[in-house]
């Protein structure tokens, strides 16, 4: 799901550009400042769940910031608004793989945890980068960039109740 929303703005950044009138210096901004912040992210968060112990909490909480972030690019006024969206993505995101990673190892029993970690990167690292495309463009596609957006980000509030639930 995370991995859904972080290659949205790439996808729709054609539309977007002329309803903002962004130079592609500014498009080049908001895809950097994500990368950025979810650099940054990963390490702070994933330590911030080795000190705590609270993964779980975490993880629930960084996938509803990242969700609200989606529905908050889709309703941007603007190029710094814009910008703030995804910039709070990509804080809120990206301890969301290795927190993952760390639960996984925590949870699941050694003799199957090579196969929980591989279903684990197989569904984020390339099944979802398979779909993504389709699903965010021919939602771009049909009711506008901004309605991507908003789809985008509801499967992650979905998520984080689920997690919340399942997650011991």
Same mark, same amino acid.
């Given at each position: 799901?995370?991995?859904?929303?972080?290659?949205?703005?790439?996808?729709?950044?054609?539309?977007?550009?002329?309803?903002?009138?962004?130079?592609?210096?500014?498009?080049?901004?908001?895809?950097?400042?994500?990368?950025?912040?979810?650099?940054?992210?990963?390490?702070?968060?994933?330590?911030?769940?080795?000190?705590?112990?609270?993964?779980?909490?975490?993880?629930?909480?960084?996938? +509803?910031?990242?969700?609200? $972030?989606?529905?908050?690019? /889709? %309703? #941007? *006024? =603007?190029? &710094?608004?814009?910008?703030?969206?995804? !910039?709070?993505?990509?804080?809120?995101?990206?301890?969301?793989?290795?927190?993952?990673?760390?639960? +996984?190892?925590?949870?699941? $029993?050694?003799?199957?945890? /090579? %196969? #929980? *970690? =591989?279903? &684990?990167?197989?569904?984020?690292?390339? !099944?979802?980068?398979?779909?993504?495309?389709?699903?965010?463009?021919?939602?771009?596609?049909?009711?506008?960039?901004?309605?991507?957006?908003?789809?985008?980000? /509801?499967?992650?509030?979905?998520?984080?109740?689920?997690?919340?639930?399942?997650?011991?």
């Amino acid at each position: 799901i995370v991995v859904l929303d972080r290659s949205a703005f790439g996808l729709l950044a054609p539309m977007i550009q002329p309803a903002f009138s962004l130079s592609n210096t500014e498009i080049g901004t908001v895809t950097g400042i994500l990368a950025i912040t979810w650099a940054l992210s990963s390490f702070g968060l994933a330590r911030a769940a080795d000190l705590t112990g609270r993964s779980k909490l975490l993880l629930v909480m960084g996938t +509803v910031v990242f969700s609200i $972030a989606s529905i908050s690019s /889709g %309703l #941007a *006024i =603007g190029f &710094l608004t814009l910008l703030a969206a995804r !910039a709070l993505m990509g804080m809120a995101e990206g301890g969301v793989p290795p927190i993952s990673t760390h639960i +996984v190892i925590s949870e699941v $029993a050694p003799e199957r945890r /090579g %196969l #929980a *970690i =591989g279903m &684990l990167s197989t569904i984020g690292l390339f !099944a979802i980068p398979l779909l993504g495309p389709l699903v965010i463009v021919g939602i771009g596609t049909l009711w506008g960039w901004r309605h991507a957006f908003w789809i985008a980000g /509801g499967p992650g509030l979905v998520m984080a109740l689920l997690m919340w639930w399942l997650v011991r």
